[in-house]
């Protein structure tokens, strides 16, 4: 599995990246902007993500504008809604407002922070990937 992480905070990203990192190839990007970056990059080498996660507080492109680009260019590109990558929104904001504009801009789960392993997995699991067992308390 290709993953994507996109989270503005250095302890953040980091963790991300550790708990993922088992699952397959893991790139980041520090913020909106270069989360994109690297998405349009492996959608045009042929080489997509199959998970991105993604904060919305950032600087340069929040995530809410970042997810906005990401269905842009996979719409752009004539990916199937099937092998589109799936968005996992990984937040402190757990207000309606903007987990109703997350799923409005067509992410596909929303954790909000902080992020504990098991919890990332089962929604991860959820979106249909083989994730493996977190023992409690993990």
Request: with cysteine; aromatic share 6%; hydrophobic share 45%.
């Amino acid at each position: 599995m290709r993953i994507l992480v996109v989270e503005d905070d250095f302890i953040s990203r980091n963790l991300m990246v550790r708990f993922l990192t088992p699952l397959g190839t893991v790139e980041t990007g520090e913020d909106g902007k270069k989360g994109v970056e690297a998405f349009e990059k492996a959608l045009k080498k042929g080489s997509p993500f199959d998970l991105v996660t993604l904060d919305i507080m950032m600087p340069q492109m929040d995530g809410h504008a970042a997810l906005q680009k990401i269905r842009a260019l996979e719409k752009q590109i004539g990916v199937p809604q099937n092998l589109r990558a799936r968005v996992l929104m990984t937040t402190a904001l757990d207000d309606v407002k903007n987990i109703t504009a997350a799923f409005r801009e067509l992410c596909d789960d929303y954790v909000v922070k902080p992020v504990r392993k098991p919890v990332l997995f089962e929604k991860i699991a959820e979106l249909g990937f083989t994730v493996p067992q977190t023992p409690a308390g993990s």
